[in-house]
């Protein structure tokens, strides 16, 4: 079977007089070109290329010039995947030269391309600028890879793999801002784990971290796939609930003490059995701070009517709370049906 060249190039343009001197200069067994004349075609061929191919534009042609194409090649991914240069145009005035010049250096900044080729490059030259696209490409992709593993990783607890403090406050923010756009629910529950101190005595800290980390994987796996976990404290989890209400938020506590802390933990040959308090809150678009403070007080209720304990930040309203248990006795009745 005849192997793949070490780099594939794709070129567009519909200059014969380039075409022909790009067959000739880049005639290689490393190098597999393939030339178009047609932008759409181009488009098509772009996702068959593997990692690290490179796609030259002739700057000539309208669609690459007026940033059309590079948009589509962008919101296409071929970005991530292939270097892309530009070949200059020639035999323009000197002003017009010059706001052309002007553009494509604001798309070089812009990371829009990755470099600028003269087309009176000389023939000797093309390899060489070739391979520097290339590598240069392959360096900014790893770059920006581990720039964004490294955010993530500065998102995370570094025990549990849940969203860390900060991360977890911060999608709040921009959770609360998009209630207050679209008008739709958004609830916390706030868990702390019961008495996690003793357990600390007595199996130790390593042993404890493991369950952690196991009781944040049974709570993951409860919820929906844009709900958020994360850890606020030492033992001490929050959930985002986007598009959820109170009622349904104080149901999915309910399931979490029973599915999650009522099953033993088997710790080197022991039963584990932990329990939680739980408070419920209801954004209704308010500041994430009001929202967290009622939670937190909802939860020291918890914690002096604990252990095991559900509470709900409008659990003051004697009347709220009789819908709240109407409401949940029917849906308890449904899901049975169900």
Same mark, same amino acid.
């Given at each position: 079977?005849?192997?793949?060249?070490?780099?594939?190039?794709?070129?567009?343009?519909?200059?014969?007089?380039?075409?022909?001197?790009?067959?000739?200069?880049?005639?290689?067994?490393?190098?597999g070109l393939e030339m178009t004349a047609d932008?759409?075609?181009?488009?098509?061929?772009?996702?068959?290329?593997?990692?690290?191919?490179?796609?030259?534009?002739?700057?000539?042609?309208?669609?690459?010039?007026?940033?059309?194409?590079?948009?589509?090649?962008?919101?296409?991914?071929?970005?991530?995947?292939?270097?892309?240069?530009?070949?200059?145009?020639?035999?323009?005035?000197?002003?017009?030269?010059?706001?052309?010049?002007?553009?494509?250096? !604001?798309?070089?900044?812009?990371?829009?391309?990755?470099?600028?080729?003269?087309?009176e490059t000389a023939r000797q030259q093309w390899?060489?600028?070739l391979g520097a696209l290339r590598r240069m490409?392959?360096?900014?992709?790893?770059?920006?890879?581990?720039?964004?593993?490294?955010?993530?990783?500065?998102?995370?607890?570094?025990?549990?793999?849940?969203?860390?403090?900060?991360?977890?406050?911060?999608?709040?923010?921009?959770?609360?801002?998009?209630?207050?756009?679209?008008?739709?629910?958004?609830?916390?529950?706030?868990?702390?784990?019961?008495?996690?101190?003793?357990?600390?005595?007595?199996?130790?800290?390593?042993?404890?971290?493991?369950?952690?980390?196991?009781?944040?994987?049974?709570?993951?796996?409860?919820?929906?796939?844009?709900?958020?976990?994360?850890?606020?404290?030492?033992?001490?989890?929050?959930?985002?609930?986007?598009?959820?209400?109170?009622?349904?938020?104080?149901?999915?506590?309910?399931?979490?003490?029973?599915?999650?802390?009522?099953?033993?933990?088997?710790?080197?040959?022991?039963?584990? !059995?932990?329990?939680?308090?739980?408070?419920?809150?209801?954004?209704?678009?308010?500041?994430?701070?009001?929202?967290? !403070?009622?939670?937190?007080?909802?939860?020291?209720?918890?914690?002096? !009517?604990?252990?095991?304990?559900?509470?709900?930040?409008?659990?003051?309203?004697?009347?709220?709370?009789?819908?709240?248990?109407?409401?949940?006795?029917?849906?308890?009745?449904?899901?049975?049906?169900?």
């Amino acid at each position: 079977m005849r192997e793949r060249p070490r780099c594939e190039v794709l070129v567009l343009t519909e200059d014969e007089a380039l075409r022909e001197r790009l067959r000739v200069v880049l005639r290689s067994p490393e190098i597999g070109l393939e030339m178009t004349a047609d932008a759409t075609e181009m488009l098509e061929r772009v996702p068959r290329m593997r990692v690290g191919s490179v796609i030259l534009l002739d700057g000539a042609m309208s669609a690459v010039e007026s940033g059309q194409l590079l948009a589509a090649l962008q919101e296409s991914g071929a970005a991530t995947r292939s270097a892309i240069g530009v070949i200059g145009s020639a035999n323009r005035e000197d002003e017009e030269q010059d706001r052309s010049a002007e553009m494509w250096s !604001r798309r070089l900044r812009e990371g829009v391309v990755d470099d600028m080729l003269p087309r009176e490059t000389a023939r000797q030259q093309w390899s060489l600028r070739l391979g520097a696209l290339r590598r240069m490409h392959l360096l900014r992709s790893e770059l920006t890879h581990l720039r964004d593993s490294s955010l993530a990783q500065a998102e995370r607890d570094r025990l549990t793999g849940t969203l860390n403090r900060d991360a977890i406050l911060s999608i709040l923010f921009r959770e609360t801002d998009r209630v207050q756009r679209m008008n739709y629910g958004l609830c916390v529950i706030l868990l702390d784990i019961d008495d996690f101190g003793h357990w600390n005595s007595e199996l130790g800290i390593e042993a404890c971290d493991d369950l952690l980390r196991r009781v944040s994987q049974r709570i993951q796996s409860l919820l929906r796939s844009y709900d958020m976990l994360g850890r606020m404290g030492d033992d001490e989890f929050l959930i985002a609930l986007p598009g959820c209400s109170t009622v349904n938020a104080v149901l999915l506590a309910e399931r979490l003490r029973s599915d999650i802390f009522e099953v033993p933990f088997e710790m080197s040959g022991r039963s584990i !059995r932990l329990s939680a308090c739980f408070a419920v809150a209801e954004s209704k678009g308010r500041s994430p701070v009001v929202v967290l !403070r009622e939670a937190e007080q909802a939860l020291n209720e918890a914690r002096l !009517r604990g252990p095991d304990q559900i509470r709900s930040a409008n659990q003051h309203s004697t009347r709220w709370n009789a819908e709240l248990m109407q409401d949940m006795s029917v849906l308890q009745i449904d899901a049975t049906r169900g």
